[in-house]
């Protein structure tokens, strides 16, 4: 699952978790939660959260980290 995690003017960190796409709405930052097999804010797009724009200083994109155990053994090369 993916987040966003955004700065505003006063420092304070804000985290929208589900949000895998934004989108500038006039004056406000939108943050949506799309359908997986969907790229795009579309009406099918759920909004989660809406800032004023003006008042965001950063926005970062957080992937889920990768769980070790879900990867596959890596063969180790040996040398002649």
Known sequence: ?????????DQAPERIEGA??????GQLTTFFRTASDRQVVDCWSV?????RTTEIL???????????EDLAPVPSLRSA
Request: net charge negative; aromatic share 10%.
């Open 58 to 68: 950063a926005v970062r994109r957080i992937e889920d980290a990768v769980v070790a």
């Open 47 to 51: 909004r989660l959260a809406s800032f």
């Open 20 to 25: 895998d796409a934004y989108a500038q709405e």
């Open 1 to 9: 699952m993916t987040a966003y995690e955004i700065t505003l003017k």
